[in-house]
C-alpha cells in the first residue's frame, strides 16, 4: 500500500553547536570547515539523484531539510540548495517546503533568507518552555529564546511555524508541562509536534540510565503528559490528526504525511533514508566518507533492503494506524486484519479503537500504538 500521489525529498544536514543529552540521530558538533564542502556535496549528490529518476521525474510534493540543525549553514547556501533542486525536478504548485531549526540559529538574516529562498514552514525544536527542563535536556538555548525566534521568523514572513516539544524530561512535572504547552499555544504557532522522551543506549541519558545515575521517564507519568497535551490542543482547536502531531487547519504536515502513507522520497545527504515504494536505502553516516563518495561523482549509498509482502504489510498496517484518518474495512483486509474481528473488538471494548467500521485509533490508543499494531498484527 503506497501512496503513488506523493513524492517527497528529505535533506540532512548532519551539523549541530551542541549535542542534546537524548539525541541519537545522525549529528556532529564543530565540523565548521566542513559545512561549505557539504552544502556543495549536497547540490552534486542532488543532481545525480535527479538523473536517476529518469526523463520523467515526479512532482515533488514536499521538501524537508532536516537534521541535526540544518540553519548551521548560511542562508545562502540554504537559497542554493532549494533552487538547485527546483531546477531539477518539477515541483507540484504549492508544494511543502520545510526547514528544521534551532531557536539560538534564528537571527533576521537566516529567517529573510528561509522566507526569501521559498520555505514554507519552518520546523523549530522548542522542546520546553521551562529553563530547568532545557538545561536538563542539553539544550542550547532557554525559553525566552524561542519566543524570539518564532518573532523574527513571523517578522521575515515565513508561512507557517512547527514548535516540537518533548515531555517526560528531568525535573518537568505536570505544572512544568501545562506551563510549556500553555507558552507554545500562546506562541500561536500552525502545527505542534510533540513526543515522549525516549532513553537510547548511544546517548549522554543512555549512559547515565545504563549506570543508574539516572531513572527513565515513568510510564504513567509520560501517559498523563500525553493526555494533557491532546486536551489542552484540542481546546486551543488543534486537529490530533497523527500520534505526536497537532495541526491548524489545512498545516497538518505534507512530508511527514508521505512517510505515514508510505509514500516515495529521495534521501540526500550523510544518513540520509530513501524509499522508492519496494526498496529503503540509506546513505553512509560519517561526512568525510560522504564527501568522498560525492566527488566520485557517485551516490554515497552504505545498503539497502527490500521488504517482504509479510513486511510490508505490517509497515502499512503500523504506519496508517499512526494518523487520524486509520484504515477503511477494505484497506484493513487488503493488510490481512478483519476490522470485525475478534482483537479489534476487544481493542474497541477497551477504548483504544473508535466506533465504527474501519479502524481508527482513539487517543488512548494513539499512545498506545504499538500496542495495538502488535495485536492486530
Not at 508541562?177 to 541519558?205: C, M, N, Q, R, V
Not at 512517510?259 to 524509499?275: I, M, T
Request: net charge negative; proline share 6%; glycine share 12%.
Amino acid at each position: 500500500m503506497v501512496d503513488p500521489g506523493l513524492f517527497g525529498v528529505y535533506v540532512h544536514v548532519p551539523f549541530c553547536r551542541t549535542r542534546c543529552h537524548y539525541c541519537d540521530f545522525v549529528t556532529y558538533t564543530g565540523m565548521e570547515g566542513l559545512r561549505r564542502p557539504y552544502a556543495a556535496a549536497l547540490l552534486e549528490e542532488a543532481a545525480t539523484a535527479a538523473a536517476a529518476l529518469g526523463p520523467e521525474p515526479p512532482l515533488v510534493t514536499s521538501v524537508f531539510v532536516g537534521g541535526g540543525t540544518p540553519t548551521v549553514l548560511s542562508p545562502e547556501d540554504l537559497a542554493r540548495l532549494l533552487a538547485r533542486l527546483r531546477e531539477l525536478l518539477p515541483f507540484a504548485d504549492g508544494a511543502e517546503v520545510t526547514v528544521e531549526a534551532n531557536p539560538e540559529t534564528v537571527e533576521p538574516a537566516m529567517a529573510e533568507g528561509l522566507a526569501g529562498a521559498g520555505v514554507t514552514r519552518v520546523s523549530m525544536g522548542a522542546q520546553s518552555f521551562d529553563d530547568r527542563v532545557l538545561a536538563g535536556l542539553g539544550r542550547a538555548h532557554d525559553a525566552a529564546r524561542v519566543a524570539a525566534a518564532v518573532a523574527t521568523l513571523r517578522a521575515a514572513g515565513v508561512p507557517a511555524l512547527n514548535l516540537d516539544l518533548i515531555y517526560g524530561g528531568p525535573g518537568e512535572d505536570a505544572g512544568s508541562w501545562s506551563a510549556t504547552l500553555e507558552t507554545a499555544l500562546a506562541l500561536g504557532p500552525e502545527h505542534l509536534s510533540a513526543y515522549a522522551l525516549t532513553i537510547e543506549p548511544a546517548t549522554k541519558f543512555g549512559r547515565l540510565v545504563a549506570t543508574g545515575r539516572m531513572a527513565e521517564p515513568g510510564e504513567d507519568d509520560l501517559a498523563d503528559r500525553y493526555e494533557a497535551a491532546c486536551s489542552a490542543l484540542a481546546a486551543a482547536g488543534y486537529h490530533h490528526y497523527e500520534v505526536s502531531n497537532w495541526a491548524r487547519a489545512t498545516h497538518a504536515s505534507l512530508h511527514n504525511l508521505t512517510y505515514w502513507r508510505r509514500g516515495r522520497y529521495l534521501g540526500l545527504g550523510a544518513g540520509a533514508h530513501e524509499f522508492d515504494g519496494a526498496t529503503r536505502r540509506w546513505n553512509v553516516d560519517g561526512v568525510p566518507a560522504y564527501l568522498a563518495a560525492v566527488g566520485e561523482g557517485r551516490r554515497p549509498t552504505a545498503g539497502e533492503e527490500r521488504l517482504d509482502g509479510e513486511q510490508a504489510r505490517f509497515e502499512a498496517l503500523a504506519l496508517r494506524l499512526r494518523t487520524v484518518d486509520g484504515l477503511d474495512p477494505g484497506e484493513a483486509r487488503s493488510l490481512g486484519v478483519d476490522p470485525g474481528g475478534s482483537q479489534a473488538t476487544e481493542l474497541r471494548l477497551a477504548g483504544l479503537i473508535g466506533p465504527g467500521p474501519g479502524l481508527r485509533l482513539t487517543g488512548k490508543g494513539m499512545f498506545l500504538h504499538g500496542e495495538v499494531v502488535a495485536r492486530l498484527a
